[in-house]
């Protein structure tokens, strides 16, 4: 959603030294996009593998959850970022906020696909967009989000990009 205030505000890096990242960058690895399951620091050694992180807005914003405003001013950078994933190439939301900011960034109406976890939806430009419930501290501790879920959904689209996943549905 945003830059956090421990993670990408102090390192550079989005969800270094925040909770979510632990589940994030394990997840990563696991399924071949980080070169580590962990990172604290810019200058730690990891390495994001065929994958970037972007923030639907850029600046940190107050109690740590975007406004509509601050989504909407910053849409056009989010845009010129999803500009770069290739024909083919997915894009993964981590929840209802970002699915929704990336479907305007992508030239999409986010009312023509709901969000739901491990959904997968065809977008513009021959790129799918996955959802996934973001991987919160509050989403994991009440486990609305377990790490095998969020695994799950990695793991298609890592499968997605081999070419062994559908383009939309299930």
């Known amino acids: 959603l945003a830059p956090g205030m421990h993670g990408a505000n102090a390192s550079g890096r989005p969800f270094t030294g925040d909770h979510a990242g632990i589940l994030l960058y394990a997840t990563l690895h696991a399924c ?28 940190l914003p107050p109690d740590n959850k975007p406004l509509p405003t601050e989504i909407r001013a910053c849409n056009g950078y989010l845009a010129a ?33 709901a969000f739901a976890h491990g959904a997968r939806h065809a977008v513009a430009g021959g790129r799918t967009l996955f959802d996934s419930y973001h991987c ?26 081999r070419g062994r996943g559908p383009a939309d549905g299930s």
């Open 32 to 59: 071949g996009f980080a070169t580590q399951p962990e990172g604290a620091r810019r200058d730690d050694g990891l390495a994001l593998v065929d994958c970037r992180i972007s923030n639907v807005v850029k600046c």
């Open 81 to 113: 970022d999803l500009a770069r994933v290739p024909e083919g190439g997915a894009v993964l939301a981590l929840g209802r906020i970002a699915h929704e900011a990336a479907l305007r960034a992508l030239g999409e109406r986010p009312s023509a696909r």
């Open 136 to 161: 919160s501290r509050y989403n994991t501790n009440t486990r609305r989000l377990t790490p095998e879920m969020f695994r799950s959904v990695v793991a298609a689209i890592a499968d997605h990009l």
